[in-house]
Structures are given as structure tokens and as C-alpha cells.
């Protein structure tokens, strides 16, 4: 891909790990945000097939979705357990169809559509055909407290 996706990690004040997302090999911001799944779910719409993990150890580029045999890859490049829970969560969502979550999944949706709404609109290759549900702004307002960037 040769708008290049670059995830890495940092604290807020309250010490809960953000996932910070770039394009460009790091230089436009996408979005940062508490939630892995949300991460996953602008990957996923962007289309993204790669990903750069950078982190204060290191930095290596993985498959997306996160492939099993590239964890402990990952997880050396890792500082502590919050960044693990984190990355383990992401690693998690990346094989995550957000266009076609599981019959139980009621959050898949939410994610995509909470990270599509944040993002740049030309960078959206993948986005639900159907109309937000009802309840969506609500939905949207009450998880914009764990989204950074964009500012909400």
C-alpha cells in the first residue's frame, strides 16, 4: 500500500493506553483513540493489508489482519502489560469483518461506523452500504469521550 499505516502507543493523564494511527509513513494523523477495535476498524476501511508497529523498542511490519505467528514479534515490542492488553485486543479485532460481523456481534458495527465517521473521508475504501442505525448519534456522542484524535 503506498499510503503506508503506522500504529503506536502512548499513555493520556489518566494512564489508559491510546492507539495512535497514521498514514503516510506517520505523517497524517487518522485517529487515536482507547478502543483496539476502533483502530482495527479504520484499518479495515481504509483496506489497509500492512501495517508499521512503532514503539519505543522498535518497529516491524505486520500483516492485517495480525497473523498468529507475528505475536511474539509484536509482543517484543511491547513495554508493559496495558500495552499488551491493548495489542492483544487489536490483534484480536483486526480479523474482525466489520461489513459482517457475527449474528451475535453488536459492537462490530458501532466501531466501523464510530471510525468512519472520524476519518478522513478520502481515505475510506470500505463503509456500510445501509443507513446508520437508530440510536447511532447517541451511540456515537457517548464513545467520542474515548476518541483523541479528532479533538471531540
Request: proline share 5%; net charge positive; with cysteine.
Amino acid at each position: 500500500m503506498e499510503n503506508k499505516i503506522v500504529l503506536s502507543l502512548y499513555k493520556n493523564s489518566r494512564n489508559a493506553v491510546i492507539g495512535n494511527l497514521f498514514v503516510g509513513g506517520g505523517k497524517d494523523r487518522v485517529i487515536a483513540t482507547t478502543h483496539p477495535a476502533t483502530i482495527a476498524a479504520s484499518i479495515f476501511a481504509m483496506e489497509g493489508r500492512t501495517l508499521v508497529f512503532k514503539s519505543d523498542k522498535g518497529e516491524a511490519e505486520f500483516a492485517f489482519p495480525i497473523k498468529t505467528e507475528d505475536l511474539v514479534v509484536l509482543a517484543s515490542l511491547l513495554s508493559n502489560q496495558d500495552q499488551a492488553d491493548f495489542m492483544s485486543g487489536f490483534a484480536t479485532f483486526s480479523r474482525f469483518d466489520f461489513l459482517h460481523p457475527l449474528p451475535f456481534d453488536d459492537q462490530a458495527d458501532l466501531h466501523l461506523r464510530t471510525a468512519i465517521y472520524h476519518m478522513d473521508k478520502s481515505l475510506i475504501r470500505i463503509a456500510p452500504l445501509s443507513p446508520a442505525p437508530k440510536g447511532f448519534k447517541k451511540e456515537l456522542r457517548a464513545r467520542n469521550c474515548y476518541v483523541y484524535y479528532p479533538y471531540c
